[in-house]
């Protein structure tokens, strides 16, 4: 499954989206840190200081991730802004904390193996309270 990851970010990310080579590590630190926190709600300076990377580029980024069916970004229900940022960001499927970190954050788990069985038949959005 590793495999796969790798195989996703370094030949089919890359290639549909014309990543340079050099910025891989940037898409598979964002799946490192996914896994060991908690579920990850988006605060755009934090997440940009953690990666290096300028806001604008990350969200490409993540956008190029939930393509590839690496993450689930969820958002919000509003629907009258044209760009709206992801609430959170969580890995698209449970398995792929057991490949990605050594003890991935429970609340993590349990978030993502909901959205992973909901969003095949359901639109998932964040709301901010409750959980």
Known sequence: MLEVVNTTIESDLASLFNINS???????????????????????????GETGVAWATLAKYLDYMNKGSLIHLVRGS????????????????PNLFYILCATPDIGSLRESFFISQVSTKHQVHYHDKGN
């Open 78 to 93: 509003k629907r009258h802004k044209t760009i709206q940022k992801p609430n959170k960001i969580l890995l698209n499927n």
């Open 22 to 48: 050099d910025k891989l590590d940037t898409l598979k630190k964002i799946l490192y840190m996914l896994c060991s926190t908690t579920p990850y709600e988006i605060n755009k300076s934090k997440l940009s």
